[in-house]
């Protein structure tokens, strides 16, 4: 074939998958005039298409109004395609980009049992040895970047046990709750910025800053991090390093389905 030369496609079938589009993009239910508007076609073309996409539960409609939504054939499309993504291979090519651009080293970390747990690493040019931070290790919740980033955004219910536990070890029983107090005001803000801090906390001459990665369902699924030395690394919440990291964040989110109406900054 030609050097350039554009592929044939069939047109019925990218016809049918812009009705699909179409249904996908809507925030309600569309009625058949609308799908025809956005389409390009005459209502009956577009009927045909949506009682075949019926027949496959790919489309299913209202019986009291008689608009159109998709149905539990998309779902089933989309688990199936998440499924066969693994996660950090997902992540590896943004995290290598990252740890070339930065040249600090870029961990991805998930909530295991035991806690935040690292499960994949990538070092960078500036790199230091980092012995305690090998892909298995678990981390503090309230003293490494990533941990707070999960307390932020995971259910309570998940976190909260591990995390008074830790408080408790950390600055004793006295003033607990003024101690929580201040630990519910911080994470709220992580929320808020969709990006934790951790400077000389874990390691007294490293700093850390990590963005959440998310899931269809908007869940906080991993952790994205990346470490330097202080002085090194510009760990600015708004800063270029951060940014980056909120794009890659961003990015892989949407390959795992993730929709949001407005991206942070």
């Known amino acids: 074939m030609e050097e350039g030369k554009k592929k044939r496609g069939i047109q019925s079938i990218n016809v049918g998958f812009s009705i699909l589009k179409a249904l996908m993009q809507s925030q309600y239910p569309l009625p058949l005039k609308e799908?025809?508007?956005?389409i390009g076609l005459s209502p009956s073309k577009i009927h045909s298409y949506l009682v075949s996409f019926q027949e496959e539960e790919m489309v299913q409609q209202n019986p009291e109004t008689g608009f159109y939504s998709l149905g539990t054939s998309c779902l089933k499309l989309g688990l199936?395609?998440?499924?066969?993504?693994?996660?950090?291979?997902?992540c590896k090519p943004h995290m290598r980009q990252l740890a070339n651009d930065l040249g600090h080293t870029i961990f991805l970390g998930v909530w295991g049992n035991r806690g935040p747990t690292i499960i994949y690493r990538l070092d960078g040019t500036y790199s230091e040895t980092l012995f305690d931070l090998r892909i298995g290790s678990v981390l503090p919740i309230l003293t490494s970047a990533v941990g707070k980033n999960?307390?932020?955004h995971l259910p309570e219910n998940r976190v909260m046990p591990s995390l008074i536990e830790e408080l408790k070890s950390n600055k004793g029983e006295l003033n607990l709750d003024e101690n929580l107090r201040n630990v519910e005001e911080m994470l709220a803000t992580i929320k808020k910025d969709g990006i934790s801090q951790g400077r000389a906390e874990m390691?007294?001459?490293?700093?850390?800053?990590?963005v959440p990665i998310f899931d269809f369902s908007n869940n906080m699924i991993a952790g994205l991090t990346i470490m330097g030395k202080i002085g090194g690394l510009d760990d600015r919440i708004n800063g270029s390093a951060a940014k980056m990291l909120k794009q890659a964040a961003f990015e892989i989110s949407?390959?795992?389905?993730?929709?949001?109406?407005?991206?942070?900054?």
């Open 35 to 38: 799908i025809s508007e956005q």
């Open 80 to 90: 199936a395609y998440l499924d066969q993504f693994d996660l950090t291979e997902l």
């Open 150 to 152: 999960f307390a932020a």
């Open 203 to 210: 390691l007294s001459d490293l700093t850390a800053i990590s």
């Open 254 to 265: 949407q390959k795992r389905g993730y929709k949001v109406l407005e991206q942070n900054n």
